[in-house]
């Protein structure tokens, strides 16, 4: 009894020598690709609000600094939402009643409608490429892994699955209003 004791104390003690630095190792390469999505996300959104418009070399430089150095997958999220004032009639028929008052409504564009405005436009229109956004609109972007890390993985096989089924590390959204119209 007292040999067994000793070869799970010894086993134990090698496994936890060998765990302990690689699952902290595995930690920070985890934190430093949250820092680096977050910086990315961020310089990008807010290169966006000032200025007020997208342009393709824009998009393709935050996917460049998203994945640079990193070798996780991100889903990727834009929303553009653009105010719109509508006014309130009492009688949508009647041009006459109109009460003076406007409500404040939001048309929203998503990623897809987004992109295909940027690239499948010719190459020749450069002016058409620019996506415009107004003074005043919200412009988000969402961002998560879509991969596995390898201190999710390593935790995983330790504790033989016994972790939660959602892999989600990195979930950044970042967003904020428009603040200048520099086209």
Known sequence: MNAVSKIVAILLAIVVMIYLPTYQTFKKEEDLAYLRAYQAVTDFVDNVRMKGYITP????????????????????EMTHKHKVYTPVYTDPTNINSFTGKYEVQYDEFYQDQILDYLFKN????????????????????????????????????????AGEENTTVIYLPYGGMVLNEDY
């Open 122 to 161: 010719p190459a020749s229109a450069n002016e058409k490429r620019m996506y415009k956004l107004e003074k005043d609109d919200f412009f988000q972007v969402v961002i998560e892994n879509k991969n596995k890390f390898k201190s999710t993985m390593l935790f995983d096989f330790l504790t033989f699955n």
């Open 57 to 76: 070399a824009m998009y393709e430089d935050f996917q460049k600094e998203l994945h640079l150095g990193s070798p996780v997958l991100y889903k990727v």
